[in-house]
């Protein structure tokens, strides 16, 4: 594998042959088409070699990677997420099983047997190396991923890799602050990438609490990093403004040129920041409110959680007379509109918080000892209320923005790359659970849209027309799937809208 004598596809290989002369695959050459070359034919072979070779080739490439401090170490890395991400799809669609030959389950035992110390100390030099960082950060999302996925450890070799990513993740939380700095580098994409890497690592936490019900202890720092992520959005977000950061700034980037695979520094001091930046820490910020909900009774934290949120509320409150109607739902629209999958997993985000909020309420009710977790809710739903941000506003608002139309719904219902048959079920459970809310907002949609239309149907009326065309299209035969919970659960929350 050290070899660096250059090699092309036919001297790789073939057949019968493919594990017997692995030194001729080169990564280290100075060429990069061979270089890509080379990372192809692994990506698609490695599984193909003998299991002690293949092994032996990964075990080598680890090490390669943990003690060179060069860019010799980006193709392999490159390699590396390929290799997980392969693992993810396999897993996700379920059309193999994960066995012990899966060159990704074989990496993933490969770091995982290194010692935390040197794992971190990879992490923390690759970080703070300009050309490194990102096929680092993407691989280390490649992780925090994969620990989602395996969280269900449905066989042994799952549970092997849930083991292997909870302790890889360890050592990524470890370099938190070193992420939270590349939040300021000059390339986009860095930028990008660590932001997200830390709205992932949050939502780890929540999906983890929510798991388990908040029945842990929370002094450990794999559930501490709500307040942590918050006050890091507050100085992120100061600083943006202190470079001249400003509204017109934010309308810019919610232009439809600016996508991320476009882009250009805004403002005279050349931010490096764009509207998947903001989008990113949108989702951490809403996550991190969520999961604040579930730690409100670990007394260790919650004087910390209490300022945060309080700070939160004050700087709500400065922003509040400045915004006008719909402004953030604008906002999060725009920002998340052209990504179903980030539209439905934002929605459920905020129906979970709900949902949550409603259920500590009711259990501190009128309890004196918990005068101070009752503050805590009390400062976490006045931060939605000022945002007026709210399950039933931003579903109606979604209806309102893309036509008032079922189709929408029928072809998200149809989609196997979104959860919404998951989110659009638990939201109607929702409404059942609380119809005058849901009335309210379905009228107030209507006074809304009176100021722009002369002729205006009634939200009641707009809404119930969609859900009745729903309903049609999804009991025809021809749909994919048996709707026959989703059906009754709609035709409930009808008889309510013909009742107004």
Partial sequence: MNSNSETTTKDWPQGPSIAKDMELINLQSTDPFTVFAAQNYLAKNLALFDATKMRTWLKEAVDHVYTNR???????????????????????????????????????????????????????????????????LVFLIDIVKLFSVFESKETDCMKHCFYCCERILQCIKVQWSGIVLLWRSDSITVARK??????????????????????????????????????????????????????????????????????????????????????????MAFTALSLAVYRIHCSPHVDRLHDTLLNLLLRLHDYSPQRMDNQVLDILFDFYGNNDEDAVRQQRCILHFYISLDQKERLYMNRIESEHQQRILGLLRECFELLDINPHNLFLYFLYKTGMSHEILVD????????????????????????????????????????????????????????????????LETFPYNATVLVRRLQTIIALLECE
């Fill in 194 to 283: 660590s932001i997200e890497l830390i709205r992932r690592l949050v939502e780890v936490e929540k999906e983890s609490m929510t798991l388990c019900d908040g029945r842990i202890d929370l002094t450990d720092s794999l559930f501490s990093r709500a307040d942590t992520a918050l006050e890091d959005l507050f100085t992120y977000w100061d600083e943006l403004c202190q470079n001249g950061f400003s509204y017109a700034n934010l309308l810019e980037l919610q232009e439809i040129e600016r996508t991320e695979f476009f882009y250009t520094p805004i403002g005279s001091k050349h931010l490096t920041v764009d509207r998947e930046c903001l989008k990113q820490c949108i989702s």
């Fill in 70 to 136: 060069t860019e010799s170490r980006v193709p392999y890395l490159e390699l590396f997420h390929r290799l997980l991400k392969t693992l993810r799809k396999q897993c996700q669609k379920k059309k193999l099983p994960i066995t012990a030959l899966d060159p990704g389950y074989s990496l993933l035992s490969i770091i995982a047997e290194n010692q935390c110390a040197a794992t971190e100390r990879w992490i923390q030099r690759g970080l703070e190396s300009q050309h490194q960082a990102t096929p680092l």
């Fill in 412 to 475: 998200l219902l149809m989609s196997d790359e979104t959860e919404f048959l998951e989110f659009f079920v638990e939201y109607l459970r929702y409404i059942e659970g609380r119809p005058n809310e849901f009335i309210r907002a379905c009228k107030d949609m209507s006074s809304d849209s009176e100021e722009e239309e002369e002729e205006v149907v009634s939200g009641i009326e707009a809404v119930s027309t969609i859900f009745r065309d729903l309903v049609t299209i999804i009991t």
